[in-house]
């Protein structure tokens, strides 16, 4: 539910704040989402237990609400924020400054930290606890490039595990360390307000386990559609991950691939120009060469918004 968390809320905050020049601004949105998850790795009190490590992960569901939140000051070329996006599927606060330099594009810095994020202790144990992962990182976007369709997004991201029994047992399990994320794309314009967006995707996991460190690349197609009254977006992306040494739990090393599916639909047509509704769908299936780490997860969220 976490990873689904995050998928909705940095959604929600993507869709569009009709703010004036010179002015705060605020946009408040809330709903409810229904999930679906099928993952050993999810910290969930349902999920603490499991039989053997090659049993296939229990299936769970459950209903939460969303609230996120989008505030700021917005001069002629620059808007300062603080907003709410998930990350790793955790509620955080991002803070950062967006600036259009005209034809040489606009550059969005931002920082980030996450609040509640969770994992095993030791996830390959049959009885787990969880254990508080303290997460945060910064966030650079550069979109037009020289007054081009190209668009750049870096991501470092510090992770720390309060309670790692599983680096106790094994170092090369240590899950602590740098997450690097580059996404290179092109958004081509096919008419007013629509673009197509193909883009390409480079992580590295330079954590302290060498087991749990990975190379990932990815590639994805994503279709944006804007106009005064809505904004939607609909993408198809495929990764795949490449661990660096073999998990000493199954004597392999291993190795992911994992594709999904997003649909997002904001509205603000109705007669209340301040109100807005949302909906979207979510979806994702992961396998790898151990079976321990394959999953599924889905997700359905409907909110309502209003901009002050």
Same mark, same amino acid.
């Given at each position: ?11 929600? &905050? ?7 020049? *010179? ?24 999920? %603490? %237990?499991?039989? &053997? ?48 330099? *005209? ?28 254990? @508080? ?12 490039? *020289? ?16 309670? @790692? ?10 899950? &602590? ?34 087991? %749990?460190?990975?190379?990932?690349? *990815? ?7 804007? &106009? ?23 004597? %392999? ?56």
């Amino acid at each position: 539910m976490r990873l689904l968390s995050l998928i909705i809320v940095v959604a929600l &905050s993507a869709v569009p704040v009709f703010a004036q020049e *010179g002015r705060f601004y605020a946009d408040i949105s809330a709903g409810a989402a229904v999930f679906n998850i099928e993952s050993n790795l999810y910290t969930d009190s349902e999920n %603490e %237990e499991i039989d &053997s490590l090659d049993a296939d992960a229990e299936s769970i569901s459950t209903t939460m609400p969303v609230l996120v939140f989008d505030a700021g000051y917005k001069t002629k070329d620059t808007t300062y924020y603080i907003k709410t996006p998930f990350d790793e599927g955790d509620y955080g606060l991002a803070a950062g400054v967006k600036h259009d330099f *005209g034809e040489a594009g606009d550059i969005d810095v931002s920082v980030f930290t996450k609040l509640g994020s969770e994992v095993w202790e030791n996830p390959y144990v049959l009885d787990r606890d969880a254990t @508080d992962a303290d997460v945060a990182g910064i966030d650079v976007t550069y979109r037009k490039i *020289g007054g081009t369709g190209f668009e750049l997004d870096y991501a470092l991201t510090t992770i720390s595990v309060d309670e @790692d029994k599983a680096a106790d047992a094994y170092e090369e399990l240590d899950r &602590s360390g740098l997450v690097h994320d580059i996404k290179l794309g092109y958004a081509y314009s096919v008419a007013p307000g629509t673009a197509i967006v193909p883009g390409i995707r480079v992580e590295r996991g330079q954590l302290e386990g060498e087991a %749990e460190s990975w190379q990932g690349f *990815g590639a994805g197609l994503e279709l944006r559609r804007f &106009s005064k009254t809505y904004f939607t977006k609909m993408s198809l992306n495929y990764k795949k991950d490449n661990f660096d040494e073999e998990n000493p739990y199954f004597g %392999e090393t291993r190795e992911d691939s994992s594709v999904s599916g997003f649909f997002m639909f904001s509205y603000r047509g109705f007669s209340n120009k301040r109100v807005s509704a949302t909906l979207l769908a979510y979806y994702s299936v992961s396998d790898s060469e151990i079976d321990f780490f394959d999953s599924k997860a889905s997700a359905l969220a409907g909110v309502l918004g209003y901009s002050f």
